[in-house]
Nanobody, 123 residues
Framework: QVQLVESGGGLVQAGGSLRLSCTAS????????MGWFRQAPGKEREFVAA????????YYADSVKGRFAISRDNTKNSVYLQMNSLKPEDTAVYYC????????????????WGQGTQVTVSS
């Protein structure tokens, strides 16, 4: 069993930055491929960023490429999402998730999810 806890969300003006953190319980964090997703009101949950199963490569949604960066620190059982140049359309609840197989951008392959953290970007 893995428990994921996100933090770092908040209210920020357009053009600003936020850094989300996700800390996992358990001793096998380094074996999990981690990802970030988001869900805006009235919309489906969508892929934001993720590692591949090897942990060597990262992938981003086109809408955040060049502005967001995913990173991880296995010594702290943590994964991060640095968000720069934020836009009002980035407003959503952001979730971290963990998987051990499957395609990085497909939500159903992720076995564990955090509770989410709200990010609101004002114009």
């Amino acid at each position: 069993q893995v428990q994921l806890v996100e933090s770092g969300g908040g209210l920020v003006q357009a053009g600003g930055s936020l850094r989300l953190s996700c800390t996992a319980s358990g001793r096998t964090f380094s074996t999990w491929a981690m990802g970030w997703f988001r869900q805006a009101p009235g919309k489906e949950r969508e892929f934001v960023a993720a590692y591949d199963l090897s942990g060597s490569n990262t992938y981003y949604a086109d809408s955040v490429k060049g502005r967001f960066a995913i990173s991880r620190d296995n010594t702290k059982n943590s994964v991060y999402l640095q968000m720069n140049s934020l836009k009002p359309e980035d407003t959503a609840v952001y979730y971290c998730a963990a998987r051990t197989w499957g395609t990085y951008y497909v939500t159903s392959f992720y076995q564990y999810w955090g509770q989410g953290t709200q990010v609101t970007v004002s114009s």
